[in-house]
C-alpha cells in the first residue's frame, strides 16, 4: 500500500512559480510511473504530466515549456516546477502513482492518490 502526500500549492501571481511535491511512503517508487492531475469544479480532472519509471516524460500541450516533472527516487518524491503560471492554472492538483501507465496518463485503473493541493494563481 502506498500513501501519497502532496504539498507546495498555495497562492501565485501570474507570471510566477511554483514548486509542487508529492511524496510516497509505504513502498519503494523506482517501478512506479507518476502522474499529476488537475481539476477544477464542474469539470473533469485532466493530466497535467506524467513520467514514467524510466524517466521518460510527457506533459499536456497546455503547460510544455511553462511545467516540469521531475522525480527522485532516493527520496521517494515527485515534483511538479510550474514557471510562467497562468490563471488558467488555477485548479486542485493531485498526484497519482500506478506500475501500470495507463493509470498514470489517464487515471482510471488500480494506483493510488494524493489528497490533492490547492493551486491559485491570480492575475
Known amino acids: 500500500q502506498v500513501q501519497l502526500a502532496e504539498s507546495g500549492g498555495g497562492s501565485a501571481q501570474s507570471g510566477g512559480s511554483l514548486r509542487l511535491s508529492c511524496r510516497a511512503s509505504?513502498?519503494?517508487?523506482?517501478?512506479?510511473?507518476m502522474g499529476w492531475f488537475r481539476q477544477v469544479p464542474g469539470r473533469e480532472r485532466e493530466l497535467v504530466a506524467v513520467?514514467?519509471?524510466?524517466?521518460?516524460?510527457v506533459y499536456d500541450d497546455s503547460v510544455k515549456g511553462r511545467f516540469r516533472i521531475s522525480r527522485d527516487n532516493a527520496q521517494a518524491t515527485f515534483y511538479l516546477q510550474m514557471n510562467n503560471l497562468k490563471s488558467d492554472d488555477t485548479a486542485m492538483y493531485f498526484c497519482?502513482?500506478?506500475?501500470?501507465?495507463?493509470?498514470?496518463?489517464?487515471?482510471?485503473?488500480?494506483?493510488?492518490w494524493g489528497p490533492g493541493t490547492q493551486v491559485t494563481v491570480s492575475s
Open positions: 497519482a502513482a500506478s506500475t501500470a501507465i495507463t493509470m498514470c496518463t489517464t487515471g482510471r485503473g488500480s494506483g493510488y
Open positions: 509505504g513502498d519503494t517508487v523506482d517501478r512506479y510511473c
Open positions: 513520467i514514467d519509471k524510466d524517466g521518460y516524460k
